[in-house]
């Protein structure tokens, strides 16, 4: 009897073996450069870019979406935006390299608190909140609950409202009881090592992703079992919370633009970017032919004139996306992209 367990449980423990390994080495080839601060009982990490001499623009706070860390709005923007701005790239609670804290980081609210807290920390008073994809949800809750820290919104490809439809199977299943833990320390690793290209290949769908992404911006990271569980949660928590809260945008007062592609089939612009635009009065939504769910590394040059909007400057963001989409054709030329499509339409995905 002994044996036979032991043949069972040899191969288990082979698995939980390698998952720990492989979860060290995305550590090593993906180091922290965020700095880990005490915002309460647990640290959150952040790469800040203190203010420059001559900065033109207010701060800017970013924040990621699912399945990411701040290494994905710090590859699209901080380069670009050097010199012009204090900078605050953010691990979300329970992502990258920030502790998870209690309960109430398991939704939108809870972040959004975590984050004005680090940005007092920090020594942040005002910012324009810029919020991609899960991080739109948690920018809109940031704008609702600390109107006094948000000097504009930007919104880009934005997860904010109700949608029909639901989420990758695996969530659930990360998620269980005892099942959960096994599926997290046994079968991530290797089932998401296998979905990393299609994964973020289909997140720039129908536009090509940059050939150095994956090396830049660590999505492997979210494959720690503890990170994984985490971004599952969130992504169970969200629907609910949506349903919930988006009642409530329309006490946002901020400047705030909505930039989105209407070929988005991660987050449907129609319910979500719209919405939004709805909701919250005078707000801009600009919509970009022909672009995907990745504003922010497609159309950065829209993204960083509506940044200059918001602060105060003259800027038409139509006619700038306008131009967004004619490089974009022009770059795209004769070009095909095959990439399988999502599991499940209508639902929120991640790797």
């Known amino acids: ?27 090593q080839t993906y180091p922290n450069i965020g700095e880990l601060t005490d915002v ?7 790469l800040h870019i203190k203010r420059p001499e001559n900065a033109d623009l207010p701060a800017l706070v970013f924040i990621h979406g699912a ?11 901080r380069a670009a935006l050097e010199g ?11 992502h990258g390299y920030s502790e998870r804290g209690g309960p109430e980081n398991a939704i939108p609210s809870g972040q959004a608190d975590a984050i004005a807290t680090l940005m007092e920390k920090r020594g942040i008073e005002r910012a324009i909140i810029v919020g991609h994809s899960f991080g739109g949800a948690i920018a809109a809750a940031f704008g609702v609950r600390h109107p006094e820290k948000t000097a504009g919104l930007l919104f ?11 989420i990758d199977w695996y969530y659930h299943v990360a998620t269980a009881p005892l099942v959960g833990w096994l599926f997290n320390h046994v079968v991530v690793v290797p089932l998401g090592l296998s979905r990393v290209e299609r994964g973020t290949l289909n997140v720039f769908r129908p536009n090509s992703r940059p050939s150095d992404y994956i090396e830049k911006t660590g999505p492997s990271l979210v494959l720690r079992p ?11 928590r969200l629907l609910a919370y949506v349903k919930e809260q988006s009642p409530l945008y329309s006490r946002i007062t901020a400047p705030t633009v909505i930039i989105t592609g209407d070929k988005d089939e991660i987050v449907w612009e129609h319910l979500h970017s719209r919405g939004l635009a709805r909701d919250i009065e005078g707000s801009e939504l600009v919509t970009i032919s ?30 700038a996306a306008r131009r967004a989409e004619e490089r974009l054709a022009s770059s795209l030329g004769d070009q ?10 209508g639902a929120l995905h991640g790797i």
């Open 156 to 166: 880009l490809a934005p997860a904010t409202h109700p949608w029909p439809g639901g």
């Open 226 to 236: 503890r990170t994984f569980r985490n971004n599952a949660v969130d992504f169970k």
């Open 40 to 46: 309460g009982g647990f640290r959150m990490n952040a």
């Open 1 to 27: 009897m002994l044996a036979e367990i032991s043949a069972l449980l040899a191969p288990l423990a082979a698995a939980i073996g390698y998952s720990s390994y492989k979860a060290r080495q995305f550590e």
């Open 336 to 345: 095909t992209i095959a990439i399988q499509p999502p599991l499940m339409p």
């Open 84 to 94: 012009r701005a204090e900078m605050l790239f953010v691990d979300r609670p329970g």
């Open 290 to 319: 022909g672009v995907g769910h990745k504003p922010d590394y497609l159309a950065t040059d829209v993204a960083i004139a509506a940044m200059e909007k918001i602060a105060g400057a003259s800027r038409d963001l139509q006619a």
């Open 67 to 77: 399945s990411g860390n701040l290494l994905d709005q710090a590859g699209a923007f």
